[in-house]
């Protein structure tokens, strides 16, 4: 029996973000015994999705993180690799920020190279100033380049690079009947969480910067100033998670904010929601936001996300400047929203169902492999 081609993904972690969620999502449902997913990643911590990926024939490799100083160790750490692992043919990049480093390594070693864009921005500072330097030479090393928008792949790798053909769109695609709604899962989520008369605003993201938890918090306080029963869930984790607390605590809402963390039952928890939030300040995509279409939410949005995000006519955006009180005025408004429909079909059509976009992964695979 033919053994399945193996493709190397490069991730910094193996913990429930939207890269991560997406490399998943196409993993669990590619055809393993044509195609086997690998993972190197920047770190020997115990991530969330390691145990799954085990259990599915993949294997785990790490490479020390990237520091700036260890240039050279980086470097050589690659070189090792590749002479000690040659059973791959395809390297999926989804780390950029290094990119340009190792992709250009595994092309003296006879790689398909391919780079993955999942963001339109690499944040301020020196350190973002330093990442836009290296991962400019990208789009001269790469094979092939994808992203999940075509904003994130204009950001990365340039308006001219749209035009070529080896630049791809890959939809971050849902398996859309997780998300279907459903009334018993909804009651289950909310009688667990004694929320059961309670209109839920729901937030799915990593606390940090580009999320703008800050803006969340004072739009949430402006509803709960006018509807006394709203309560906000927050899904996710991160560094900046102790500084809302403090916010939600000064602001005397802890009694209002429900902190889940990082949760593997994210359909279910959109099912307990009314309505979704998603100030982001940039987004590659947003894919949490199909997601909440897909679970029949009505979803309000910053300008900034992606226009490839609105595949129903359930999200509406608001540009981040606006006042408080239009975002607040929104979120009441619908906060009589009983009527949640089954928006299946729509995901299907908007090409977000995965069962669609996983073949066109695992054809594109193949033939690339083919023809080495």
């Given amino acids: 029996m033919k053994k399945p081609i193996r493709v190397l993904h490069v991730l910094g972690r193996l913990n429930r973000g939207g890269a991560e969620t997406m490399v998943m999502n196409l993993y669990r449902n590619i055809d393993r015994s044509k195609v086997q997913f690998d993972f190197i990643i920047h770190t020997n911590d115990k991530c969330d999705y390691d145990d799954e990926i085990l259990s599915l024939g993949g294997v785990i490799h790490n490479i020390p993180q990237f520091n700036g100083k260890n240039f050279l160790q980086y470097k050589m750490a690659w070189h090792r690799f ?8 395809i390297i999926h990049g989804h780390v950029r920020s290094t990119a340009s480093i190792y992709l250009w390594i595994a092309k003296r070693y006879g790689l398909i190279t391919i780079a993955h864009s999942h963001s339109t921005s690499s944040g301020v500072g020196i350190s973002a100033f330093v990442k836009n330097i290296l991962q400019y030479p990208i789009r001269y090393i790469a094979d092939y380049l994808i992203a999940c928008s075509k904003s994130a792949g204009q950001w990365l790798f340039g308006e001219k690079v749209l035009k070529r053909n080896n630049f791809i769109i890959l939809k971050n695609a849902i398996d859309s009947q997780q998300y279907t ?24 993201g990593r606390f940090n910067n580009s999320k ?73 995509l947003g894919i949490v936001a199909i997601e909440a279409q897909a679970a029949g939410l009505p979803c309000l949005v910053s300008n900034s996300i992606p226009e490839e995000t609105y595949i129903t006519d359930l999200i509406e955006s ?11 005025e929104w979120i009441i408004l619908h906060s009589n929203n009983s009527k949640r429909e089954n928006m299946t079909e729509e995901v299907k059509r908007s090409g977000y169902d995965i069962h669609h976009t996983v073949q066109s992964v695992q054809n594109f695979y193949l033939e690339k492999c083919s023809e080495l």
């Fill in 318 to 328: 608001l540009p981040l400047n606006c006042s408080l009180d239009q975002w607040a």
């Fill in 82 to 89: 590749f002479k000690s692992h040659s059973e791959y043919k």
């Fill in 212 to 284: 703008n938890h800050d803006l969340l918090i004072d739009i949430f306080n402006v509803v709960h100033n006018r509807e006394k029963k709203s309560i906000l869930m927050m899904v996710g984790d991160g560094e900046l998670r102790p500084n809302i607390e403090k916010k939600i605590s000064d602001l005397g809402l802890m009694n209002s904010v429900i902190f889940l963390g990082v949760r593997p039952d994210i359909p279910e928890l959109l099912q307990s929601m009314d309505c979704f939030l998603f100030p982001s300040i940039f987004e590659g």
């Fill in 181 to 204: 709604y459903d009334q018993d899962k909804r009651l289950k989520i909310r009688k667990e969480l004694h929320i059961e008369d309670k209109f839920v605003i729901g937030h799915v």
